[in-house]
C-alpha cells in the first residue's frame, strides 16, 4: 500500500532500521510510531498453539492503533 495505515513488524526485526526507513516517508501515516504495532516474532510465524498468543497479542496493538486514533481525533 502506498500509505498503510498500520505497520505491523515482528521482533525479530531492528526497530531502529525500521524508524530510520519510515522516518523518509514522512507523510505515510504509519510513519508514526503510535501507529506501529510489534509482535513477538517466536509466537506469531511458529505454527504452534503459540500462534494464538500472537494473534492476541497482534488484535491487542491493533486495538491500541484504534484507540490512540479516536483519541487523537477528539
Known amino acids: 500500500a502506498a500509505d498503510p495505515e ?3 513488524y515482528t521482533s525479530f526485526e ?3 532500521a525500521i524508524a530510520a526507513y519510515w522516518s523518509r516517508l514522512k507523510t505515510a501515516r504509519a510513519a508514526d510510531p503510535k501507529r506501529q504495532v510489534v509482535v513477538d516474532a517466536e509466537q506469531i510465524t ?3 498453539p503459540r500462534v494464538l498468543d500472537g494473534i492476541a497479542a497482534l488484535c491487542s496493538g491493533l486495538d491500541r492503533v484504534r484507540s490512540d486514533l ?3 481525533a477528539r
Open 46 to 48: 511458529r505454527q504452534s
Open 6 to 8: 498500520v505497520l505491523v
Open 70 to 72: 479516536r483519541r487523537d
Open 14 to 16: 531492528d526497530p531502529r
